[in-house]
């Protein structure tokens, strides 16, 4: 057993967690390859995000000479706490050298939606405001040498405050951290599978920040993103699946 926890207040919560996991109370939150479930501890609440046993060959992979995913999301959000729901460990159960079930714990961040609801729903309220500050969330995020490698809609959180918005990442397992070029600041937005029109508002605000030349960075931009889409539609064809431009 392997973990690390940023308060020893919580540590039971860790030591514990396959039982507190497991409570019925629980509420779940996502299922499918990974579980998450909003667990509580003490007279509060934690996400706790379980992650799918991998097959054979990462369980030696992280058991042995990587780190696994909940310890690559915890070391991770320390890295960047103004940026995530606040972090509080990580612990892994191995069988040997085999990494078989791990956990990462963090707190709550009661979000009112996320990026996704805005470019799905034609009439979302305030839709250019909350673009313009999504433009700024992503570029404090490079300007700190952040890639998130899955900048996904489900992965960018927001709380609707007055006046402002309040934003927040997660699945933070996969991020790179150094010093990016504008191409890979413009790439990253391919992954909000936003429509142009949507992207276009998003990347003139961005370029206006950055200081590059918007015309340049909506050609890198919308280039990008139709990549990204026809790579995940041809992988669905391929299966069968219905495709969604």
Known sequence: ???????????????????????????????????????????REYIVKSFKTPHLINQIAYG??????????????MKIVDFVPAPIGYIEFKKGFLLKE???????FEYDFTIREPL???????????????????????????????????????????????????????????????????ENFAQLWANDEDL???????????KIDPQEALSIALKASQNHKDRKNLKKRLKGKKVVD
């Open 102 to 108: 791990s956990y990462f714990i963090s707190e709550p």
């Open 1 to 43: 057993m392997n973990y690390e926890v940023h308060n020893e207040r919580q540590k039971d919560l860790l030591i514990h967690i396959k039982t507190y996991f497991d409570l019925d109370r629980n509420e779940t939150i996502f299922q499918k390859r990974n579980i998450l479930k909003r667990v509580p501890f003490e007279g």
């Open 120 to 186: 799905t729903t034609p009439d979302f309220p305030n839709k250019t405001a909350i673009y313009h500050a999504l433009a700024r969330f992503s570029h404090q995020l490079h300007q700190r040498g952040v890639l998130h490698l899955d900048y996904s809609p489900g992965n960018i959180l927001i709380k609707a405050h007055q006046g402002w918005y309040e934003f927040k990442i997660i699945d933070v397992n996969r991020m790179a951290f150094k010093t990016l070029s504008t191409q890979e600041r413009l």
């Open 200 to 210: 276009s508002i998003i990347i003139q605000a961005y370029a206006k920040l950055a």
């Open 64 to 77: 042995l000479f990587r780190d696994g995913k909940a310890k690559k999301s915890y070391y991770n959000s």
